[in-house]
């Protein structure tokens, strides 16, 4: 049985800075695949062309997100007995809602598979463990640098010159395509980091999860600002203040694929849908709702409500700000390097493409540091959303009356901990494509997303306590951002329908 421990809320600034906490947890499971992944990839498709519906992505989701949170603190009741209370059809007693966001786990799992991919790659170039890796790996590296060099000579080649270089380029292609066998060590390199992960997450405790993805993520987020900060030195390189503004108007990528791609990373960018469910999980853990105490009809709950729901909102905004300026920087990382240098991250070359996004600041350190920040970005995200599904899955057994109420707590929590990173393990050894996983979780996660706003409006409305209910500008903004979530899902479903029959 959980004991209530009733606790007064702080009420200064710095008080409420030490009881952070969910939000830093969500934010080391977000600036991962989404960031590192999708951003770029959109950005080397579409330039900054589509600055806007990024930023987009990442503010109008904490709206939703406080909600999810305040009908937790007002209800005492975790996300899935939300998601089973809202107004629909029913099928073997829960709502429609929990089916759907049944399939978008299941999904969601190859989304795992794609990020644990990612850091198999990564420690692959590092660390390779076969010869053939370690020959694969001077192929590679030959074909990058000779590719960045033509992006950065050829105005100055003549036109014998550019056919010479682009000669050796696909030279280069045939004979990493003849190794496949050099692709190898990040199979190998991916089962050894499920294994630990799997028996790290058995052993864990909020507290490290909770620090250990800050430190992570904050580290790499602070050398990819940097990067490009710097690239504003070279001329080249730099972002232009009008590629900006043109990135804030909104229009849509003149590049094949750039708006689709797009359009699919607003579904994990920000706090993906996953995270809006897993984000009370976490509130609880930390305590926000127990400290409140069981709802009654006193002012003391009012005031205890109404000051943990104060530290919940700097928690959600103070880790919107975060993750966003974490996505905008690796966004426009990926227009002002992969764009002009026409390069795509995917395939076993992902990572490696994504290196050369730091090439031009960092010269010959590029691999070391880049390596060492999408090994610490990715596994912070493999590690936290692990943790995350094993809790929301464990409670989802309950919703179900699959197992009994006691069963959220500890054995369930642990069992689902060990078997999920293998899960994972599995798609990415069955379907070794990093970022088509990560880019179809993306999709699953946008086209729920105003699922959830509806859900966010059922609790606001109908679920709510009257004293603790937000302002009615609040509110506009809540109805707003479902909205805005609605029109970019079915402007997604529109365009990956119109891409399927193009297709066939």
């Not at 660390?127 to 590296?141: C, F, Q, S």
């Not at 074909?143 to 014998?160: G, V």
């Not at 999980?281 to 409140?292: Q, V």
Request: contains cysteine; aromatic residues 12%; hydrophobic residues 50%.
């Amino acid at each position: 049985m959980t004991v209530q421990t009733i606790e007064a809320p702080p009420t200064t600034i710095t008080g409420i800075l030490r009881r952070l906490g969910p939000g830093l947890i969500i934010a080391g499971s977000i600036v991962g695949s989404g960031e590192l992944i999708g951003a770029t990839t959109v950005g080397a498709q579409a330039g900054a062309a589509l600055l806007w519906l990024i930023l987009l992505g990442c503010v109008i989701k904490v709206f939703v997100q406080v909600e999810f949170g305040r009908y937790t603190i007002a209800t005492g009741h975790t996300s899935m007995d939300g998601l089973n209370e809202t107004p629909g059809p029913r099928l073997g007693g829960v709502s429609w809602l929990y089916w759907y966001w049944l399939v978008m786990f299941l999904v969601s799992l190859g989304q795992l598979g794609g990020i644990v991919g990612g850091v198999g790659q990564s420690l692959a170039i590092s660390l390779p463990i076969t010869e053939a890796g370690r020959e694969y790996n001077k192929i590679a590296e030959k074909r990058t640098t000779e590719k960045f060099q033509y992006y950065a000579d050829r105005e100055k080649l003549s036109t014998e010159e550019r056919e010479s270089r682009e000669q050796s380029l696909a030279a280069l292609d045939a004979a990493l395509k003849s190794r496949p066998e050099g692709t190898r060590d990040q199979y190998y390199w991916a089962t050894i980091i499920t294994i630990a992960t799997s028996i790290m997450l058995v052993a864990g405790r909020y507290g490290f999860i909770q620090w250990s993805s800050t430190f992570m993520v904050a580290s790499f987020t602070f050398v990819t600002v940097v990067d490009v900060c710097l690239l504003q030195l070279k001329p080249e390189w730099a972002i232009r203040w009008e590629d900006i503004a043109r990135g804030l108007q909104f229009r849509v990528s003149e590049k094949p694929g750039g708006t689709l791609t797009a359009l699919q990373t607003f579904g994990i960018i920000g706090v993906g849908a996953n995270e809006l469910i897993q984000y009370p999980y976490w509130c609880l853990e930390k305590g926000y709702a127990r400290f409140c105490g069981p709802r009654d009809d006193s002012a003391g709950w009012a005031d205890r409500a109404n000051g943990w729901l104060r530290v919940l909102r700097w928690d959600a905004w103070c880790s919107m700000v975060v993750y966003t300026f974490a996505t905008i920087a690796f966004y426009l990382l990926g227009a002002a390097i992969l764009g002009r240098l026409d390069l795509i991250p995917e395939g076993a070359d992902m990572i490696r493409t994504l290196s050369t996004m730091y090439q031009p600041i960092f010269g010959h350190w590029t691999q070391v540091l880049f390596l060492f920040g999408a090994v610490a970005v990715l596994y912070s995200t493999f590690f936290v959303a692990n943790a995350s599904h094993a809790r929301v899955c464990a409670d989802a057994l309950r919703v179900a009356r699959i197992t009994p109420d006691a069963s959220r707590d500890k054995l369930i929590v642990a069992i689902f901990s060990g078997l999920f990173p293998f899960l994972g393990l599995g798609v990415y050894l069955l379907y070794s494509m990093p970022k088509a996983l990560v880019l179809f979780s993306g999709s699953m996660q946008a086209i729920m997303l105003p699922m959830l706003a509806f859900a966010a409006i059922y609790f606001r409305f109908r679920r709510s306590d009257r004293r603790i209910t937000p302002s009615r500008i609040w509110d506009a903004c809540l109805i707003l951002s479902g909205f805005a979530m609605t029109i970019t899902s079915l402007w997604l479903v529109a365009l990956q329908v119109q891409d399927f029959l193009a297709k066939k």
